[in-house]
């Protein structure tokens, strides 16, 4: 099944509950969410990834929530927890989508050891694959957006895995992060 194929309120109330599982690469994340505020550009940006059962194995399971104390109806936050922690600090609830896109990354960097990932967009053509490595904000997003739209094949646009057992890269294609105008 798709995302696009759930309804709006069955999205809710996967994220409310035992999670929404949504396959990206070789991962499955489950994503569970009091906010609503996720759930719009969820199903927009992921409609055509796969679902599956919430009582599926996941190997990441992300928690996005509203910050702690007064910060949950005065000046609001979004707090990412993972397996009961919460590695940072809270943010402005106008994050709430983007805490999702880092704290899955920050899932896959700090968790996927089977892998050496770059911070790099990855495109193909033809079967081969070009890695751009590059700091954040230096265009890597950009560039790799124009090339998708003349031809090539997005791979990743913000970690790039490489297999230590065969050394080819594997796709982790999620939707391209352009930042500001």
């Given amino acids: 099944m798709r995302l696009f194929q759930i309804s709006h309120d069955e999205l809710l109330n996967r994220l409310k509950n035992k999670g929404l599982v949504i396959t990206t690469g ?23 990834y796969p679902v599956v059962n919430s009582d599926e194995f996941a190997n990441y399971t ?9 910060r949950r109806w005065i000046r609001q936050q979004v707090r990412f927890g993972f397996e009961g922690k919460f590695p940072f600090e809270p943010l ?3 994050h709430a989508f983007p805490q999702l896109e ?17 911070h790099a967009a990855t495109i193909e053509r033809d079967g081969k694959a070009v ?10 997003s950009t560039l790799c957006a124009a090339l998708i739209h003349r031809g090539w094949r997005l791979i990743s646009d ?11 890269v594997v796709p982790l294609a999620r939707p391209v992060s352009l930042k500001n105008s």
């Fill in 158 to 168: 913000e970690l790039t895995l490489v297999s230590l057992t065969d050394q080819t």
């Fill in 62 to 70: 992300v928690r996005l929530n509203h910050g702690p104390g007064i």
């Fill in 26 to 48: 070789p991962f499955q994340f489950r994503l569970i969410s009091e906010l609503p505020s996720i759930s719009e550009p969820l199903h927009r940006l992921y409609s055509h």
């Fill in 131 to 140: 890695i751009m490595p590059a700091p954040s904000g230096s265009g890597k």
């Fill in 92 to 94: 402005p609830i106008t």
């Fill in 102 to 118: 880092w704290a899955m990354n920050w899932c896959i960097s700090t968790q996927a050891h089977q892998y050496l990932i770059f």
